[in-house]
């Protein structure tokens, strides 16, 4: 992220750009994770969340990052339902609130996601869109962001850049059985996703049998009957990777990789950066994702991304989907590098997780164990475990990140985190 600002920090979860809003549910869940955004603040910024943050939770923040308590605001929009975070800030009566903290202070909006829904808030409360010099110039790269947060739009223009793809086709819902069963032909199971979709929701993973003696193929709402879906074959997975990067003035550049955890198709957590052993993935994945940032800012694109792909058995790498947004690992990577900037050593590995506690306990109580067990990140040492998402609401499912000197050490610091948190296993 530049050093410019202040921002408005927009955690806009609640956004059509990668599912629709009518899969509210999954949406409110993903909102949980917005204060995980604070780590992003510094003086003179403005937060603007769909969740309360606890007070415990900011002081640490502030306490780890030097930040003063009283040099930012925090606006916490009260919930609306699967409506865009502006529209929520509209019905709570906070538009005003919110453009004499921002007009004070000259700010730009910082959203999670750039929708049409927070460039016009922008525009509403006279503020740009960072990274972009103009509203107008968000707005000029919305086409592009909405089409390459498809899985559609991605195969498309990943196949004309030259990327390796899984073998597959693009469909609309009421022909996707007929694809799968003939992709069936070739390949011995298929994945079958959703056009709009993120984070692996609405997946389906079918094999020859699944469809075998009449059987149907049963999909998930997304999309409603109109919407497409693509149908791909399954790989023989061995790792999913990704990279992420940044599209700016000066071009593109990779931020970092790393390897995906994965349940299903569903994202559950990231260690940074790749292993020596799949250098050569990291290679091909920069090369792929510096075309692609290209793309991007030949349509007037600027900010984050990231491009993913799947390594099967025998090492060789597919791309399988963009996200042309903050992703899941955009801020913990930045906080990783904010909290170790003032370190000597080389940059850190990490990673960020969850885990489910035996019993439920509040942030006070997490952080105190994790403090007396000397396994709470130390600013000194450059190392340690941060409790990177505030206390979940039902006090047991703890988003964390690891920060280490390598990836063994993060390994033995995660298995530290589970025992003295009292995970349960598997």
């Known amino acids: 992220m530049t050093e410019t600002g202040p921002f408005v920090v927009f955690a806009n979860f609640l956004s059509d750009l990668a599912v629709d809003l009518d899969e509210g549910q999954i949406l409110t869940t993903w909102a949980q994770q917005a204060p995980r955004k604070a780590w992003l603040l510094r003086p003179g910024d403005v937060f603007v969340t769909p969740v309360p943050l606890s007070r415990d939770f900011l002081r640490y923040v502030y306490d780890l990052t030097g930040v003063p308590p009283d040099s930012v605001a925090v606006v916490e929009v009260p919930p609306a339902g699967a409506v865009p975070l502006a529209r929520a800030v509209r019905e709570a009566g906070l538009v ?25 808030f922008a525009r509403d409360i006279g503020i740009a869109v960072h990274p972009y010099p103009t509203v107008e110039a968000a707005e000029a790269a919305l086409r592009m962001t909405m089409l390459l947060n498809t899985k559609s739009g991605f195969r498309e223009t990943a196949w004309k850049l030259g990327m390796r ?5 693009t469909c609309p819902r009421a022909e996707t059985e007929g694809v799968a069963r003939e992709l069936l032909r070739d390949h011995e199971r298929v994945v079958v996703k959703p056009d709009r979709s993120a984070g692996g929701h609405g997946m389906r993973f079918v094999s020859r049998d699944d469809l075998g003696g009449g059987a149907s193929l049963p999909l998930d709402t997304v999309g409603g009957p109109e919407g ?11 790792e999913s990777v990704s990279v992420q990067l940044e599209v700016s003035a000066t ?62 058995t025998a090492g060789v790498a597919y791309a399988s989907e963009s996200n042309i947004r903050r992703t899941a690992t955009t801020t913990p990577h930045a906080m990783v590098t904010r909290l170790t ?86």
Not at 165 to 169: D, E, F, K, S, V
Not at 228 to 238: G, P, Q, R, S, T
């Open 341 to 426: 900037a003032g370190s000597a050593a080389p940059p850190p590995a990490w990673a960020v997780a969850k885990g489910w506690t035996r019993n439920p306990m509040d942030f006070t109580g997490a952080l105190g164990r994790l403090r007396a067990s000397r396994l709470a990140f130390d600013p000194d040492r450059g190392e340690g475990v941060v409790l990177y998402a505030d206390a979940p609401p039902d006090g047991r499912s703890w988003r964390y990140a690891v920060i280490a000197g390598s990836a063994g050490d993060v390994e033995e610091l995660e298995t530290a985190v589970a025992e003295v948190l009292g995970f349960e296993a598997g």
């Open 165 to 169: 793809l899984p073998a597959g086709r």
């Open 96 to 120: 005003e609130q919110v453009r004499a903290l921002a007009g004070d202070k000259g700010a730009a909006l910082l959203p999670t996601a750039l929708d049409a829904s927070a460039i016009e």
């Open 251 to 312: 071009g593109t550049r990779a931020l970092f990789t790393g390897a995906m955890r994965t349940v299903q198709g569903s994202f559950t957590g990231y260690v940074s950066p790749l292993p020596p052993s799949r250098a050569h993935v990291a290679a091909e994945l920069e090369e792929w994702g510096t075309a692609l940032g290209r793309h991007l800012a030949d349509h007037g694109y600027a900010g984050p991304f990231g491009l993913d792909a799947l390594v099967d």
């Open 228 to 238: 497409l879906w693509v149908v791909e074959e399954c790989l023989d997975v061995a």
